[in-house]
């Protein structure tokens, strides 16, 4: 009789790397935990590359082992980590910071830190760059009251001017002849956030985009993207993804658009709500804004109804 043997993880202090034959590991791993954007399997790979990606198991926490990102390396030295989880976490931190891997742990959920019994011994700091903006879609999609004034405001603008001449469509990321309008649009408009001194001025977003869609055949879940149309010119585009967890939420990855067209980042935002909507999702995380005052101005706007918080730790000092 043919028996398979299930992909195995390394104990700690030994790691091993993220590689294709443990994608579904990890995802059924997160699966009953919140679904933080950078923790899904999607983003993992895009952002930080499957290959530089190392798993260990501690007390059934699975720590992971980070040594490269699109962003170059900005949270740590030569490698940083994290850790996913909630199980025995005082007894998971001292034998993680006992074994002298690391000093500190980053961009741990808040999941694993509510579990901690003894706060007294660790130092824990927010990670406020970092957090994760939870929207209500049934909010976004009733536009009402004071809150969503301005929301109300920049789509109905859109709509004033344009509703005539778009129309939206379902885009498919693995489509050859999708990723050259794609590519060929985000070289060609007007792209706000890629000009000098704004907030993605070397084009980080444009390398994720183009990673995603190259990892579309190998992903377990498809990204989705809906292409926004004026006069049957692509002039925006917003992607994202369902992660398979109990906890139903949808994940924004990017929502791009020529720049000369006005007001369109709420609209798409709203198409992207009323597509989940359909789906009975009634959560989108509209992921961080990495410190960037502009960003967290605009998300605040979209009024989240909670975070997905991360932090740091470290031992407290004698």
Not at 34 to 48: K, M
Not at 80 to 85: E, K, N, S
Not at 171 to 184: F, G, H, R, W, Y
Request: charged share 25%; net charge neutral.
């Amino acid at each position: 009789m043919l028996t398979i043997s299930k992909p195995r993880v390394a104990t700690f202090p030994e790691f091993t790397s993220l590689s294709p034959d443990l994608y579904e590991f990890y995802q059924g791993y997160l699966f009953d935990y919140p679904q933080h954007c950078d923790f899904s399997l999607n983003n993992l790979l895009i952002w930080f590359g499957g290959d530089k990606i190392k798993l260990s198991m501690l007390n059934r926490n699975l720590v992971l082992q980070i040594s490269e990102s699109i962003y170059a390396n900005e949270l740590g030295g030569t490698s940083w980590y994290t850790i996913i989880g909630r199980h025995k976490s005082d007894k998971t931190l001292s034998t993680f910071f006992e074994s002298g891997v690391s000093d500190s742990l980053m961009m741990v959920p808040d999941y694993f830190v509510s579990s901690i019994r003894r706060p007294d011994k660790w130092q824990v700091d927010e990670d406020k760059a970092n957090r994760d903006y939870i929207l209500s879609i049934p909010s976004l999609l009733s536009k009402q009251g004071k809150l969503y004034e301005n929301f109300r405001y920049q789509i109905s603008y859109f709509l004033r001017y344009h509703s005539e001449d778009a129309r939206l469509q379902d885009l498919d990321l693995m489509s050859p002849n999708v990723q050259k309008e794609i590519t060929a649009s985000l070289k060609n408009w007007k792209v706000n956030s890629f000009a000098a001194g704004a907030n993605d001025e070397k084009r980080v977003d444009e390398v994720a985009i183009h990673r995603l869609m190259e990892l579309q055949p190998h992903l377990l879940v498809k990204h989705r993207c809906i292409g926004l149309y004026i006069d049957d010119e692509l002039a925006g585009i917003t992607i994202f993804h369902v992660p398979n967890s109990r906890f139903r939420i949808g994940l924004g990855n990017h929502i791009k658009f020529n720049g000369k067209y006005k007001r369109m980042f709420d609209f798409l935002v709203f198409a992207t709500a009323s597509r989940l909507n359909t789906e009975g999702i009634k959560f989108l995380n509209a992921e961080q804004d990495m410190g960037l005052h502009g960003i967290r101005h605009h998300k605040k706007d979209l009024n989240p109804i909670t975070f997905f918080q991360k932090y740091t730790i470290r031992p407290k000092q004698d």
